[in-house]
């Protein structure tokens, strides 16, 4: 699901993404995960917390998730570009 999202947002960003990940982050507050997002030898990160992957899964993304992968994208852009 979060595969999809991510697509979608860099394509309509412009960034071609080889590779999207999200790896299991510490459990704080609720659990947090780390999403990893790939492109021509460059990569990002950002922290992405349970709440916001289940308001995904029931389709109703967070508009704070979407400025998250934004943001990443618009880094990963920026390293592609340099």
């Given at each position: 699901?979060?595969?999809?999202?991510?697509?979608?947002?860099?394509?309509?960003?412009?960034?071609?993404?080889?590779?999207?990940?999200?790896?299991?982050?510490?459990?704080?507050?609720?659990?947090?995960?780390?999403?990893?997002?790939?492109?021509?030898?460059?990569?990002?990160?950002t922290i992405v917390n349970?709440?916001?992957?289940?308001?995904?899964?029931?389709?109703?993304?967070?508009?704070?998730?979407?400025?998250?992968?934004?943001?990443?994208?618009?880094?990963?852009?920026?390293?592609?570009?340099?």
């Amino acid at each position: 699901m979060i595969n999809k999202f991510v697509n979608d947002l860099a394509t309509h960003s412009g960034v071609k993404i080889s590779k999207v990940t999200l790896n299991g982050g510490s459990d704080v507050a609720c659990q947090d995960y780390i999403l990893g997002i790939s492109s021509k030898g460059h990569s990002v990160k950002t922290i992405v917390n349970q709440l916001e992957l289940e308001g995904l899964q029931k389709c109703s993304p967070s508009g704070f998730l979407e400025m998250k992968i934004k943001t990443a994208l618009e880094r990963l852009k920026i390293l592609q570009e340099s």
